[in-house]
């Protein structure tokens, strides 16, 4: 069984997370669960060949649980067709592998949806991270089958539609501990705080583990 409870960090000493990493840089520590993929802020157009045989490789690892993060963005980055391409690649990664993928999402929910659904990759679990949309976004993307994962800034209006089985809670780059993300979206919900962390942590496990 894997203990995470921050589905996203890119904190390399985080524990009980899954640590997001450019598989250019992947170095695996002991007991220690990671995402793998190409930021769409990181030159995505420049990519070759050889660096998506690398994601493929690093992908493959034991310690790897999900593809990403990797997504598209309207307010930053490559123009939206390249991001699109490098999505797209990520996601076939993660249905030949049976993982999901790890969502970035800025502006661009009708493109990432759009974009499944034109290269037939519905059956792909995406992971929305850093879901500070609001309620309209988040039911479009609960409706499309996805996770929604919560971290310290976001809409209470989303998180009071998103049901607990798609709920995730994350730290992303923030030096916030996962317990505090976890309070704060429990006083939101009117719930506990070990009531989130409990739901979270076993939607990550059924999310992770397929």
Known sequence: M??????????????AALIAVDPRHFNPLPGKW????????????ALTDEDFDLLA???????????????????????LPVQE??????????????????????????DILAARRRAHLDDVILAIHGMRAGANVART??????????????????????????LLIETDDSDMAITAVAAQVAAALNLSPAQ?????????????IR
């Open 141 to 166: 993307l609960l409706n499309a089958g996805c996770y929604l994962s919560y971290g310290p800034r976001f809409s209470p209006e989303a998180l009071s539609v998103t049901p607990l089985d798609r």
């Open 2 to 15: 894997i203990d995470i409870l921050d589905l996203h960090t890119h904190r390399l000493n985080a524990t």
């Open 196 to 208: 989130v962390a409990e739901t979270a942590a076993g939607n990550a496990q059924r999310l992770l």
């Open 85 to 110: 391409a490098v999505f797209i690649r990520h996601m076939q990664l993660a249905r030949e592998l049976g993982k999901p993928v790890v969502v970035h999402n800025v502006r661009a929910t009708q």
């Open 57 to 79: 490789r690093c992908a493959r690892h034991p310690q790897v649980l999900a593809v990403g993060e990797t997504g598209m963005d309207r307010v930053r980055g490559d123009d």
């Open 34 to 45: 990671y995402s793998v993929g190409f930021h769409p802020w990181d030159d995505v157009g």
